[in-house]
């Protein structure tokens, strides 16, 4: 039972994270039809730019902070805050200088612009940090214990700022002005433009949300997590993709119960024990997600909440 | 051949800038590689007009419309809303600039709900940004309010069917009445020209007939100019102040519904040369019988 209760929390917190990203990955695909490849490159720059604020406001792994106080806090909502507009203008900036000039093209043509964008933000981070892990600060965050559960209050915070996020993004995308013109966008671009929305200016809010989201997820990782290194983004950005296609790729619903769900089937697979799996399941987590992506796309290749393909232009 | 045609072209055109010209095409071209698709158009549409452009199949109607719209640019020539060029103009500009339009075949946001669609259409009139959007200031908070009463007032224009159905998914709507969803949302933006690209297509009669009723409404009501295409010649006939007839990207007519209609060259484009032989006939006919 209590095994039960810390794989649950420490899954759902695991799965929020990829929820954060694959939103990223569903609202480029829903807006333009593009697997945005360089989405968990710009998630990884989150943790680096995280790492760089926190040490810049003097929160250092050699000397780590011991305990909570409101002057940490601050400092963690400022590296939050910061790490969410750094990816989302780098977001907007990738658009800008690598997708929107090939909107055009045939559809493979931003693709690998996408592919080169990618290997680009990894050579950045590795400029940056290095070619090996990066250490990441640990914070003073206790536990809570009742009896024989015993739950990290990390993962509790993590959930509550996804969520939040979540909802902020679900409330801007389904009752608001900028959220009515972005669905009307993604479903027929042309009509939206022909009703005078500013289809450029809505695509860049779109990757400024997207990436500003993989930002925070960034932010969230490094308080999770014990370290980060630049290639982080493309494993845990193929995880996350795979949370988006098994939600169904575009849908924004799609993609948060996506990202939980793998967390927890992340989470769970470790109690496969060594006689079924060797190394037990701990081993062999990433194997089976994408195992699923493989089977999803099979049995049901739009996805848990998907539609069949919406018609295109 | 040409010595029977009723002689139109030019005949509005020439008077320069009409005071109350609203649109005006001069010498429009519009060229797709080697097609050319439009040809020296040129028309005039004054304020609170119905105007209607017909035309066999690929004459270059609907691609009159896009270039007024904006979705594409013309070759050479211009376009004058108000007597200001509104040519290299984005579409979203344009519609800010007071013209909007419906489609051939409807082109509503179907995951959208009927109110969602005319608030899309509302789009341009409202201010609200992201963190406007997100933190919901009273302003913004008054405006979306202010856009939802509008939404539903448009929506009445056709009388209590769209308001009952306002939160349904405009998928879930009868051909008619997601036409006049279509009309509501180009409303929304407050235009003044209102393009309507085949307004009665799939409709059947007694639905046609509404749909002629409430054009006439949105100009007599409302005081809207319209520009129109459509394929039943009874409806165009029946509404239009004057009548542009295209055929292969070029206008060969352009007056009263009753010139056009007796005019060989539109006949014969129009309904085919077998149709034209038929006139000729009846022209024989008349003659003959008037000699009698």
Sequence with gaps: ?????????????????????????????????????????????????????????????????????????????????????????????IERVAYRP??????LAPLISAIGVSLVLQDVGKLWFGPTNVSIVPMPIGAISAGPI???????????????????????????RMGRAMRAVAQDRDAAALMGVNVNLIIALTFFIGAGLAGAGGFIYTLK????????????????????????????AGAMVGGLLIGLIYSFVTLIPNNILPHGGNAWNQAVIFA?????????????????????? | ???????????????????????????????????????GVNLLVRQREIVSVIGPNGAGKTTVFNLITGIYRPTSGEILLNGQSIVNQSPDRIVTKGITRTFQN????????????????????????????????????????????????????????????????VSNLSYADRRRVEIARALAADPKLLLLDEPTAGMNEAETLDAVKYIRRLRDELGLTILLIEHKLAVTMGMSD??????????????????????????????GRQAKEEADQRDAEAAAREEE
């Design chain 1, 150 to 176: 015993n739950i990290d209050i990390i993962n509790i915070f993590v959930l509550i700022v996804a969520l939040a996020l979540m909802a902020g993004l679900h409330f801007l995308v389904n009752f608001t």
């Design chain 2, 242 to 271: 004057h009548i542009a007839v295209l055929d292969y990207g070029q206008k060969i007519a352009d007056g009263l519904p009753d010139e056009v209609r007796y005019d060989k060259r539109v006949i014969e484009a129009y309904l």
């Design chain 1, 225 to 252: 997590f014990p370290n980060t290194y630049f290639y982080l983004g493309f494993q845990q950005g193929l995880i996350a993709f795979t949370a988006a296609v098994l939600g169904g790729i575009g849908n924004l």
């Design chain 1, 1 to 93: 039972m209590a095994t039960f209760v810390n794989l649950l929390i420490v899954g759902l917190a695991t799965g929020a994270i990829y929820a954060l990203i694959a939103l990223g990955y569903t609202m480029v695909y829903g807006i333009i039809e593009l697997i945005n490849f360089a989405h968990g490159d710009i998630f990884m720059l989150g943790t680096f730019v995280t790492i760089a604020i926190l040490s810049a406001l003097g929160v250092q792994y050699s000397h780590p902070p011991t305990a909570m106080s409101w002057e940490l806090v601050g400092q963690l909502a400022l590296a939050c805050v910061g790490s969410f507009l750094f990816c989302a203008i780098l977001g907007v900036v």
């Design chain 1, 102 to 107: 090939l909107r055009s093209a045939p559809r």
């Design chain 2, 1 to 39: 051949m040409s010595s029977d045609q009723v002689e139109l072209k030019g005949q509005p055109e020439s008077a320069v800038a009409t005071a109350d010209a609203l649109l005006e095409l001069r010498s429009v071209t519009k060229t797709f590689g080697g097609l050319t698709a439009v040809s």
């Design chain 2, 106 to 169: 409807i082109r509503l946001f179907n995951s959208m709900t009927v109110l969602e669609n005319v608030l899309v259409g509302q789009h341009t009139r409202l201010k609200a940004g992201v963190l406007g959007s997100l933190f919901r200031p009273p302003q913004v908070v008054a405006e979306e309010r202010k856009a939802r009463e509008r939404a539903l007032e448009l929506l009445s224009f056709f009388g209590p069917v769209l308001i009952e159905r306002q939160d349904e998914y």
């Design chain 1, 292 to 313: 699923i992506l493989i089977l999803i796309l099979i049995f049901r290749p739009s996805g848990l909440f998907g539609q069949h393909t919406p018609e295109k232009v």
